[in-house]
C-alpha cells in the first residue's frame, strides 16, 4: 500500500495549531511538576503541587503558533522530499517513504517552532518554578524591564536563553519520535492493507513514539530546564559540569516519570488531534470541491 499524500499547508497548519493548543491545556500540570522536579532549588521551594497552571499564560500564547509552525514546515519539507527523492518500492504494491525524508522534516519543523517556543517557554518555566509570584506576565515583564540596563540585544538574548539547549533537545527528540511515529503508521496500513489515516492507530503510536524519545532525552531536558532557569546567564557545558560535579548523574533524569507519562499522553493526543484535525479538514476540502465541479 503506498503512503497518502501530504495534506495541504493550510490544512497542516490550521491542524497543527489545534493540536498544540489541545495538548498544553490538557496537560499542562504534569508539565509544571516535571519542571519542578528539575528546578536546580528543588521540587518544594519551586512550589511542590500548589498551583499547578502557573504560566499558563505564556502557555496559550506559544501553543498554537509553535505547533503550527512545526506541522506545516514538516509537512511542507517532507512533500518536497518525496517530489525530488520519491519513497522507496518494498514490494509490487507497497513503497515506503525513506525515514531520513521524517529526520529532515522533523528536524526543521523543531526549528521552526523554536522561534516561538523558546521565548514562551522561557517565561513559562519561571513562571512554574515560582519566581515572579509564578506569573507569565510579571515574568514576562521583568524581562522587557531590563531593557534600559542591557537594551534590545541583551532583552533578546534573555528571551531566547536556552536556545542552543533547546534545540539540542528538540531535535534529537523528534529525531527518534517521528521516523518511529510514521514507521508504526506505515506498518499498521501494511497489516490491514489500507491506504487511509487510521486516528486510533495514529495516537496510540504517537503515544509510544512520544514515550520513548522523551525517556533517552530526559538529560537534555534537564539541562535545558537549569539554564533558563538560572539566575545569571550560564553556559551549557558549565551548567553540566556543576551537575555532575555537585551531584553525580543522577539530576540528568529528575522528572523523567512524570516526563515520559506526559509526553506519552502527550503524544496520543498531540498527534492523534493532529491527524483528526486533518482528516476532518481533508474531507471537508473533498466535499467543498466535489460541489464546486457540481456546479
Known sequence: MSEPPPPPFNTALLSGALAGTTVDLLLFPLDTLKTRLQSPTGFFSSGGFRGIY????????GSAPGAAFFFSTYEHTKSLLSHNFPPLPTSPNQTTTPA????L???LGEIAACAVRVPTEVVKQRAQAGHHNGSSA???RHIIAQYSTIGLPGVWKELYRGWTI????????TVLQFPLWEGLKSWG????????????ESAL????????????TTPLDVLKTRVMLSTEK?????????????????PFFAGIGPRVMWISIGGAIFLGSYQWAVNTLSVGGEKKRGKESVL
Do not use: W
Open 189 to 200: 496500513r501494511a497489516r490491514k492493507q489500507r491506504t487511509g489515516r487510521g486516528l486510533f
Open 138 to 140: 510579571q515574568a514576562f
Open 166 to 173: 533547546t534545540i539540542i533537545r528538540e531535535v534529537p527528540f
Open 100 to 103: 531520513y525524508h521524517h529526520m
Open 205 to 216: 503510536y504517537g503515544s509510544v513514539a512520544g514515550g520513548f524519545a522523551a525517556a533517552v
Open 105 to 107: 522534516s522533523a528536524s
Open 234 to 250: 550560564q553556559s551549557m557545558f558549565k551548567v553540566m559540569t556543576d551537575i555532575l560535579r555537585e551531584n553525580g548523574i543522577r
Open 54 to 61: 502557573r504560566g499558563i499564560g505564556s502557555c496559550l500564547v
